[in-house]
């Protein structure tokens, strides 16, 4: 569902993101995780169409998302780490604006749907405050509902827990979960790595935009028990940090070497 192909972002002479290669397929929870200034944020950029790469492809569906940006966003929601949302209108408002966009809405009881969803995050009785006046929390629900209030085959989600309340991000984690369980793609960056140990499928762990390991927790646990000097059966975050710091070694070796 969604196909990156030697995806590189350059900015002037820095590189953002190096020949990233990956693929999420249906039915998966993919965590992308890294430190700050890794590359998770460019690369969902570029794959909802916000940052256009330097070289490579990135799919949705089957659809480029720079040669058919259309069909590409149609089929994806997208929970961004700073989402906008039009702080005049109120919380109905706003989704019935959003359920409106989506062609594949028509002949659903939207109305329905969004009580749904507002009961579910217990926003049912500031449905018709202005979104303005919304906690950063309770923004952050509704833009959960609005990207999943269309129903699409993928979810990009960016960061999803800042703000929430620990009941709400149980709800979330859980939502992700059964998401992925009903068949769809679910690409998730995060930087909480229990999270990810949680729930995600398959992770890969960038660094300075380059993959340093990239599968399943078990596959990444046999990477750094036999390449690393790690442990059978060790939590993601000793994977995680021995990755990162193995990698910091190493360009140390090759500065030096220079």
Known sequence: MIEIQGY????????????????????????LLGPNGAGKTTTIRAVVGLTRPSGGSVRVAGHDVWREPLLAKAAFGYIPDRPYLYGKLTGRELLRF??????HTTGRDVERDIERWLEFFSLEHFGNELVETYSHGMRQKLTIIAALLPEPGVLIVDEPMVGLDPRAAKQVRELFQDYAARGRTVLLTTHSLPLAEAVADRIAVLDRGRVLGLGTLDELRELTRTGHGGVEGESLERI???????????????????
């Open 98 to 103: 959003v359920a409106s966009l989506a062609a």
């Open 240 to 258: 995680f940090f021995r990755l990162v710091e193995e990698e910091e070694e190493q360009r140390r070796r090759e500065s030096g070497a220079a």
């Open 8 to 31: 590189h972002k350059r900015y002037g002479r820095h590189v953002a993101v190096h020949d990233l290669s990956l693929t999420v397929r249906p039915g998966e929870l993919f965590g």
